[in-house]
């Protein structure tokens, strides 16, 4: 059943603690994304990767960092420097092509909470 | 970024049609999309088209295209309870991210 996990489905956080959101995809995609999700604020781009060993910042980067080794895992660590990370986390693959027309496939997403 | 705006809010009753508006940023934007977010989970797509077409149709959905006002809609006919969800629209942007829209939550009653 091809598709994109993510793990936990909920994390608690304590104070000054880095926590780590977990995003595999079994689809072979070669761009895989991080979009936050706060109520009333859409989605937002923290980070994303096109290529395996290769990542870019998005729109909020800061507090947040990624790692790209393998096609199908994408991680995302949260941060102590992240002073508000209670959130919607959402991870998305899609592939690089015309004819994939960028459409993103998104996993069910894991919900940030601080203790 | 810009912002993709949408009305954050419609309510319909069920069996009528649902028309959910978006206006867009980039005009060089290569496709646009609708997904549909149920509560507590991810992303659906539901459709999308292409910037050189004015309409499409899939079953009960219709996407309108008005380049000229980078104006995006949804409309769904015979709208049902289970459609009551947040429809996001999202444009291409560089380096192959989407653009989202904040969502406009649907609420259909009986």
């Known amino acids: 059943d091809g598709g994109i996990t993510q793990s936990p489905k909920y994390l608690f956080r304590k104070e000054g603690q880095n926590v780590t959101l977990s995003c595999e995809q079994n689809?072979?995609?070669?761009?895989m994304y991080w979009y936050r999700q706060d109520p009333g604020q859409g989605l937002r781009l923290i980070y994303y990767s096109q290529i395996v060993n290769d990542f870019q910042k998005g729109d909020i980067a800061e507090g947040y960092s990624v790692s790209r080794e393998k096609k199908e895992s994408f991680p995302l660590t949260v941060t102590s420097a992240q002073k508000n990370p209670t959130a919607f986390y959402l991870c998305?693959?899609?592939?690089?092509?015309?004819?994939?027309?960028?459409?993103?496939?998104f996993g069910a997403g894991t919900r940030l909470s601080v203790l | 970024g810009e912002d993709v705006e949408q009305s954050l809010f419609l309510s319909v009753r069920e069996g009528d049609s649902s028309v959910i508006n978006c206006t867009y940023t980039?005009?060089?934007?290569?496709?646009l999309y609708w997904y549909k977010q149920e509560p507590g989970a991810g992303l659906q797509l539901l459709t999308y088209?292409?910037?050189?077409?004015d309409m499409k149709q899939d079953q009960r959905l219709t996407v309108l295209l008005n380049k000229k006002d980078k104006h995006l809609s949804l409309r769904i006919a015979d709208t049902q309870t289970g459609d009551s969800a947040i429809y996001f629209c999202?444009?291409?942007?560089?380096?192959?991210?989407?653009?989202f829209g904040k969502g406009t939550s649907l609420l259909v009653t009986p």
């Open positions: 998305a693959s899609s592939m690089e092509s015309v004819i994939a027309k960028n459409i993103q496939y």
């Open positions: 980039d005009s060089s934007s290569t496709y």
């Open positions: 689809l072979n995609h070669d761009a």
């Open positions: 088209i292409f910037s050189n077409m």
């Open positions: 999202a444009e291409t942007s560089p380096g192959y991210a989407l653009n």
